[in-house]
């Protein structure tokens, strides 16, 4: 029960599998030394390989070392989203801890809790797993028979050896799988936490259009999309480490790659972000109801107000009166707080923790051709 009411994916199959190989304790996440054995796992026996065989050197054109998407694929992104694994479990429990005093929920809390069980079935549901696992291995599969170019270039570094050698067929059979079993469970979760929002969202949040955080009192939120940002960074960094290869070892010229960074930003971005699409709908359909209501109510403030102090009407409007409406320029504040409310439960802090951390790896790209001081320069004119 624990599990189920704390931490949102602490009982999902990736984790349930590694308490069972004792990697994880019962009571906690085990980050660092999950983060460590998978990214050792895969990476550690590829590069011995590489190293008795001759294969790593710099000095060849086409090595391990020159390889960078390898090292970075499976010793810095696994490692990166295992980490990401811990910093949302914290997050999420100490947003869970805030939505239990806060009084977010206007609906049926039995409900309430029929729903959070249900989210945590849906969490823990062994199917998506089992059609994750059956992609990864038909794309595995179908790689390895295919023979064409892009996996000649992948295993390059392997020499005459890609074919039977023990780095290359660790790569193609554990190191890659392991690699995408973690990109596929973060996109799992980012479905998990769509559905979750949207059926609160459906079951009786409690949005707030007057709220000075502009997002209806829901930007409490923000913090979900840190991990979220840590996942983008580790994957944006794959991305653009298997092109720094080609412009270092190839010759490619990064303008050719700027439409293509430019969209793997955007479409990273856009992945992990899109959970939070779930409450637009809502958030939309009450600023529009508030912009009608608190409308009405401004306009009858002023009335009265009006028709007391200009006209001279003796008035008993309990509104005049009511402290927690005060003067009509605290009425006329509630009114444009309300316009000012935005269709997303995030703001810009939330777009910069996943959109700066996607577009990091390819700023780096970038600065293998293109002076770093004239980059800054392009970037600030642009801002400014």
Known sequence: MEERRGMPWRGDVLMRMQRRLGLAPEGGMGTARRAAFWGLLGWAPVAA???ATGHGSASETESLLTHYGVTVRLLIAVPLMVVAEGVAAATVLRLATHCAVAGLFHGDPAALRRLAVELAELRDRVHPWAVAIGVTLAWVL??????GAGRAHDLAWAGGDAESGFGPLWYVWVARPIF???VAAWLWRAMVLAVALHRLAAGGLNVVPSHPDRAGGLGFAEPLATAFGVV??????VIAAGWAHDVAVHGANIEALRAQMIAAVVVISAIFLSPFAALVPLMVR????ARLQYGAL???YGDALHRRWIVGETLTDPLLDAPEVGASADAATLYEAVMRMRPL???PGALLVVVVPATLPMIVLAAMQIPVIEMLKTLAGALV
């Open 49 to 51: 390989w590489a190293l």
């Open 142 to 147: 179908a790689w390895r028979e295919t023979g």
């Open 180 to 182: 995408i079993a973690f």
């Open 232 to 237: 983008a960074f580790a994957l944006s960094a």
């Open 286 to 289: 009450t600023k529009a109801d």
């Open 298 to 300: 401004v306009a009858r």
């Open 345 to 347: 439960p995030i703001g």
